[in-house]
Each structure stands twice: as structure tokens, then as C-alpha cells.
């Protein structure tokens, strides 16, 4: 198994571009989550979904939107970059929402 | 806000020493778990506890949870360098995502 993979591993945008953080997970695991991480802080959960066709918000969700057409796939987008999103993006699978399994991250500069 | 803070936020120590770092709560649980992460990495997962367990061993690893006072210990006996990383609490509280707190860096001197 591959795990969790995430891809870009970096990227940079700049202000007002667009783009699509991918996740995919090869667990057949039911729930899926995307989190920011900030320089010395923990992880603010964005968005995520307790199965396919279903998301929810987290505690930071403004200017992210989400979609799980299938279980494997849980894709990030960011509408209209802006620098306070500049961070690294974790995505997160689990089949009973108990232990998480991570990915490796993307690092995300907004300029 | 972070559900839950660890304490403290940095702590150096020698190799052979213990570690303990402590995490508090805000709201009731239905478990608590620790992870790890290395510089530049995810994080891996490493022990869960329930919210009807007080105490839990795996490996190096003792957790203590006490829901009274809405508090987690993770001690780490006899530490070695490679045990050097973030370590944070994260908790369940039913709505099937977790909430991190803002870590411990631990350094361990070899």
C-alpha cells in the first residue's frame, strides 16, 4: 500500500490564482481530512468528510472548498490564493475516524 | 481556538533521561491521542486512549488520561536522539476529526 500521498509536494501561486491540492488514499478508509499547518503551531483542521459524497467544515474553511466523488480521492481547492494561506497542507485518512494516518504534506507560498 | 495546549512548549533533555509532556482539554472526549512529527515531515500516529482508560503503555510510551480535570500526560522513558520531534495531542470529540494543539519540541542531547 501506498498509503496517504499528496501531490504537489511544493508549490508556489501567486494572489488570486487557483489551484487543486490532491490526496489519495488506497486504505479503503471511510473518513478523510485536509489541515493547515502554520510555522510553531499545530494543525487547524480545513475541511473534511466521513465518506464519499459527504464533507463537512473544520475549524478553518473560508477560501477552501472540497469534494469526494470516491473514497480514495479527497482534492483541496483554493479559489483565489491569498499570502495568509501560504502554509503546508497535511491530508489525512482513517477507517473509524480513531487513528490518522498523514501524508507527507504540500508547502504552499502564496507570493 | 486550539483545543488542546501542551505543556511545555519546548523541552531539551539528555539521552537516558525520561520526557514528559502534558496536554490540556477543553471540551469532553471520546479519546485523546499523541503524535509525532519530525522536522519537515508528517505526523505518525502513536498511542490512543479512550476516555474510560486512565492509563495506557505501548513500547517507551505511558500515557495517562484524566477526564476530571481534562488533562493527558505522555511520558517517554529512557529517550534516545531519535526521539527528537513535535510531539502533539489531538482529540476526538465525535465529530470525526480531530483537533490538534499547538505541541511539545523535544530535543534529546545524545
Known amino acids: 500500500n501506498a498509503g496517504v500521498t499528496q501531490t504537489p509536494k511544493f508549490q508556489v501561486l501567486k494572489t488570486g490564482q487557483s489551484m487543486t491540492l490532491q490526496c489519495a488514499q488506497d486504505?479503503?478508509?471511510?473518513?478523510m481530512s485536509w489541515y493547515r499547518q502554520d510555522p510553531g503551531m499545530g494543525l487547524r483542521l480545513i475541511h473534511y468528510?466521513?465518506?464519499?459524497?459527504?464533507?463537512d467544515q473544520g475549524e478553518v474553511p473560508n477560501g477552501y472548498n472540497v469534494s469526494r466523488s470516491t473514497t480514495e480521492d479527497f482534492p483541496l481547492r483554493l479559489l483565489s490564493a491569498a499570502p495568509s494561506q501560504t502554509s503546508v497542507y497535511f491530508c489525512a485518512s482513517s477507517p473509524h475516524a480513531d487513528e490518522q494516518y498523514f501524508g507527507p504534506g504540500t508547502r504552499l507560498t502564496v507570493t | 481556538s486550539q483545543q488542546g495546549e501542551e505543556d511545555p512548549q519546548a523541552l531539551s533533555i539528555q539521552e537516558g533521561e525520561n520526557a514528559t509532556m502534558n496536554c490540556s482539554y477543553k471540551t469532553s472526549i471520546n479519546n485523546l491521542q499523541w503524535y509525532r512529527q519530525n522536522s519537515g515531515r508528517g505526523l505518525v500516529h502513536l498511542i490512543l486512549?479512550?476516555?474510560?482508560?486512565r492509563e495506557k503503555h505501548s513500547g517507551r510510551l505511558r500515557v495517562t488520561l484524566d477526564t476530571s480535570k481534562k488533562s493527558s500526560s505522555l511520558l517517554i522513558t529512557a529517550s534516545r536522539a531519535a526521539d527528537t520531534a513535535s510531539y502533539f495531542c489531538a482529540t476526538d470529540t465525535g465529530r470525526r476529526a480531530l483537533t490538534f494543539g499547538s505541541g511539545t519540541r523535544l530535543q534529546v542531547q545524545p
Open positions: 486504505m479503503n478508509h471511510e473518513y
Open positions: 486512549i479512550r476516555s474510560n482508560e
Open positions: 468528510s466521513v465518506g464519499a459524497g459527504i464533507t
